[in-house]
Structures are given as structure tokens and as C-alpha cells.
């Protein structure tokens, strides 16, 4: 399947980092998360990304420049896998829906395509995914994830603490954790640039009951400020390919 990422946000919360680059292209270790992204894909055999820039496109297009350049497209070896590359500038000011609405030309008819944002990394297993999506035939499916819980997790009994971690995950509760599967279909309830994604498009095909979700229990991390970037730095540190690992 193709897949879309969408890397064209401000990242206003990262302050500093993003005042010269945009989010996607934060390094995690030696690379930017952008390349991170990549990989995960890579590993379940999805070479074919269409990448939507916007605020400091050129940032990404400079980062492919040594790469073979055929219009829009940028064909690179990325470890030793051979990788087809599109750059789109999506618009400065174009929302999520916007960005994603304009690649309906590369699909055909009928085509399932997957797309997540620029900021997240998981563990998962996309092969299970893409299967889950075509045995339900839905309009679109989404990955559900456990939130990060924003502080640490005690449990007491009789006044000691019988478990004590710092800032797991949370069992209970499930949010939009990207790595989307979608049919072409889809990108018709997507009106204009400034359609925001999570808005319309989605409470739309709610309503239609048209929306899956996908439940994954492993690892994923959104990286929306420093912090985030400094955890998973650590993580990286200890093994260059945690993420990939299921």
C-alpha cells in the first residue's frame, strides 16, 4: 500500500527546534523521526511514500537532495531497501484533512492507502492491521492506542506500596494513535484545506459507523514536547531499534 505522512505542521510546542526545522525532522538519536516513521513501515514491506510538507517543506527536499530527483519524486536506498519518495508542499496553512485530500490524485479507484502523522512511533504490527482493515471492508480504520499516563502509578495495599512505576501507559482508555488504513473513498468527506482531519471527515464516518479501531496494547509515543523527544532519545540509546520490535 501507499503511504501518506504527514509532515507539513508548525510544531509549535517544540519552541526552539522548530523555529529552523520542522517537527518530523527532530533528530531521535541520529536521525530525524521522519526516518524513524519510515522504518517502521519498511519492515512490513511499504516502500512507497508520499510525504505532505508544508511549514519548512524545504527542510525535508533538502534532507533527499542527494538522492536520484525525477520531478516530484525522490527515488533513495534507505538500509538497503529500495524506497520510492514523494514530496508534496501541502500548503503553510493547510489542516491535517487539507494536506491529506490533496494526494487523492496519486490513488486509484478503490484503492486502500495508509497514512499516520509525522510525531509518533509504535511497535506495530502492520501486517495485522491492514488485514483487520480489509476483513471488515470499512470505510477507514484507525490504530487505538493506550495514553501515556502524565504521572507516575502506585499501588497500595494495607499502606505499602506494592507497585511503583514511573509514567506507564494506562490500561484503561483508548485515543487516536495515527497509522491510519483508509479506502480513496474517504478523502470525498474531506471538503477543503481547511478541513481539520479529526473534525468532519472522522465524526462523520463515526456517525456512518463506517470507523474502525484497531487496538494496540504495545509500544507508542507521541513526540509533542521535549520531554518526549528527551524519553525517547533515551530509549534509542539503549537499543537503535526498540521500536521495531514487536
Given at each position: 500500500?501507499?503511504?501518506?505522512?504527514l509532515?507539513?505542521?508548525?510544531?509549535t510546542?517544540?519552541?526552539?527546534?522548530?523555529k529552523?526545522?520542522?517537527?518530523p525532522?527532530i533528530?531521535i538519536?541520529?536521525?530525524p523521526m521522519?526516518?524513524?516513521?519510515m522504518?517502521?513501515?519498511?519492515?512490513?514491506g511499504h516502500?512507497?511514500f508520499?510525504?505532505?510538507?508544508?511549514?519548512?517543506?524545504?527542510?525535508?527536499?533538502?534532507?533527499f537532495k542527494?538522492?536520484r530527483k525525477?520531478?516530484?519524486e525522490?527515488?533513495?536506498?534507505?538500509?538497503?531497501?529500495n524506497?520510492?519518495?514523494?514530496?508534496?508542499?501541502?500548503?503553510?496553512?493547510?489542516m491535517?484533512?487539507?494536506r491529506?485530500?490533496?494526494?487523492?490524485r496519486?490513488?486509484?479507484?478503490n484503492e486502500?492507502f495508509?497514512f499516520?502523522?509525522g510525531?509518533g512511533?509504535a511497535?506495530?504490527?502492520?501486517?495485522?492491521?491492514?488485514?483487520?482493515?480489509?476483513?471488515?471492508k470499512?470505510?477507514i480504520?484507525?490504530?487505538?492506542?493506550?495514553?501515556?499516563a502524565?504521572?507516575?502509578e502506585?499501588?497500595?495495599f494495607?499502606k505499602r506500596v506494592?507497585?511503583?512505576?514511573?509514567k506507564?501507559q494506562?490500561?484503561e482508555?483508548?485515543?487516536?494513535?495515527?497509522f491510519?488504513?483508509?479506502k480513496k473513498?474517504?478523502?470525498n468527506?474531506?471538503?477543503?484545506?481547511?478541513?481539520?482531519?479529526?473534525?468532519e471527515?472522522?465524526?462523520?464516518?463515526?456517525k456512518?459507523k463506517?470507523?474502525?479501531?484497531?487496538k494496540?496494547?504495545g509500544?507508542?509515543?507521541c513526540?509533542?514536547t521535549?520531554r518526549?523527544?528527551?524519553?525517547l532519545?533515551?530509549?534509542i540509546?539503549?537499543?537503535?531499534?526498540?521500536?521495531?520490535?514487536?
Amino acid at each position: 500500500m501507499k503511504v501518506i505522512i504527514l509532515a507539513g505542521g508548525l510544531g509549535t510546542r517544540f519552541g526552539e527546534y522548530t523555529k529552523s526545522i520542522p517537527k518530523p525532522m527532530i533528530k531521535i538519536g541520529k536521525h530525524p523521526m521522519l526516518i524513524h516513521i519510515m522504518k517502521i513501515y519498511m519492515k512490513w514491506g511499504h516502500k512507497n511514500f508520499y510525504l505532505a510538507v508544508g511549514y519548512k517543506g524545504e527542510k525535508i527536499k533538502e534532507y533527499f537532495k542527494n538522492f536520484r530527483k525525477n520531478g516530484e519524486e525522490f527515488d533513495f536506498n534507505l538500509s538497503k531497501k529500495n524506497c520510492k519518495v514523494t514530496i508534496l508542499d501541502t500548503g503553510l496553512k493547510s489542516m491535517t484533512g487539507g494536506r491529506l485530500k490533496k494526494f487523492k490524485r496519486f490513488l486509484s479507484k478503490n484503492e486502500n492507502f495508509m497514512f499516520t502523522y509525522g510525531d509518533g512511533l509504535a511497535n506495530i504490527i502492520l501486517q495485522k492491521l491492514k488485514n483487520f482493515h480489509l476483513k471488515h471492508k470499512n470505510l477507514i480504520t484507525v490504530t487505538a492506542v493506550h495514553p501515556p499516563a502524565r504521572f507516575g502509578e502506585l499501588i497500595i495495599f494495607n499502606k505499602r506500596v506494592k507497585f511503583f512505576k514511573e509514567k506507564p501507559q494506562v490500561k484503561e482508555g483508548w485515543i487516536n494513535g495515527g497509522f491510519f488504513i483508509a479506502k480513496k473513498e474517504f478523502l470525498n468527506l474531506i471538503k477543503k484545506d481547511s478541513t481539520i482531519l479529526e473534525k468532519e471527515p472522522l465524526e462523520l464516518v463515526t456517525k456512518k459507523k463506517q470507523l474502525f479501531a484497531y487496538k494496540h496494547s504495545g509500544f507508542w509515543k507521541c513526540v509533542d514536547t521535549k520531554r518526549d523527544k528527551d524519553e525517547l532519545d533515551a530509549l534509542i540509546k539503549k537499543s537503535q531499534k526498540f521500536y521495531l520490535k514487536t
